[in-house]
């Protein structure tokens, strides 16, 4: 059965600096993966998606992923955060069927 | 182009309560979700639905839960009865037909059961 870990439940970094938020997926064929951003009280948006080809992808706000098939990983990165990022955010892989399986989320927080 | 609609936004009822939460997708979009995310995890797909047609409900506890989409549009999602563990927000989603498109989600319900 398909599988998503997000090891870090919560992640603080400074407005300004570097991010990178991890994810490790569990399927049997190749993965289609997401990454997802939630604001409080509102409904997921799309950051990215990887289906094939360059497994470097680049997203919507500055974010881009990388998809790396050794290490069952699709990690999202962005070089310098702003305040408006804290939110939480969600790497997802689709399955059969287009049904998407979630990770638990990593809450980010930034601060000044 | 206007998103996905919910309704209503939040809503508390007391257990053993019945409750209904509307959805209506993207124009267009033949697929429909409904997800269910508890507190501190991450959204759990209970329905789709392709136009009126279900494609999966494995994970819907039938024994209280039920939804339709008639006329392959808007979509109803009903727990009958409510319990204390039913406490979450209820999101949906829509995507168009061909495989692994987008999903857009609205905005969700939240709903509290005491």
């Known amino acids: 059965a398909q599988s998503v870990t997000q090891p870090d439940i919560h992640i603080t970094v400074s407005e300004g600096a570097s991010l990178e938020l991890r994810c490790n997926y569990s399927?049997?064929?190749?993965?289609?993966l997401f990454w997802y951003v939630q604001s409080p009280g509102q409904g997921l948006q799309l950051l990215l998606k990887?289906?094939?080809?360059?497994?470097l992808v680049q997203g919507i706000k500055g974010f881009e992923a990388e998809f790396k098939r050794s290490q069952s990983s699709f990690n999202l990165r962005k070089p310098s955060v702003h305040w408006s990022d804290a939110a939480e955010y969600f790497c997802?892989?689709?399955?059969?069927?287009?049904?998407?399986?979630f990770g638990a989320g990593t809450i980010l927080r930034v601060k000044s | 182009e206007a998103g996905v609609a919910q309704s209503p936004r939040y809503k508390i009822i007391e257990k053993r309560q019945s409750v209904a939460f509307w959805c209506n997708p993207i124009?267009?979009?033949?697929?429909l979700y409904w997800y269910q995310q508890i507190l501190g995890q991450g959204p759990k797909l209970l329905i789709q639905?392709?136009?009126?047609?279900?494609?999966?409900d494995s994970q819907l506890p039938k024994d209280r839960f039920s939804a339709e989409r008639l006329k392959g549009v808007d979509s109803t999602l009903k727990i009958q009865p409510a319990k204390l563990e039913d406490s979450a927000v209820y999101l949906c989603?829509?995507?168009?037909?061909?495989?692994?498109?987008?999903?857009?989600f609205g905005p969700g319900t939240r709903l509290l059961v005491l």
């Open positions: 989603a829509s995507s168009l037909e061909v495989l692994m498109e987008t999903q857009y």
């Open positions: 399927y049997g064929a190749t993965p289609y």
């Open positions: 990887y289906f094939s080809g360059d497994t």
């Open positions: 997802a892989v689709g399955a059969r069927g287009n049904k998407l399986v």
């Open positions: 124009s267009g979009h033949a697929t």
């Open positions: 639905f392709q136009n009126n047609g279900v494609v999966d």
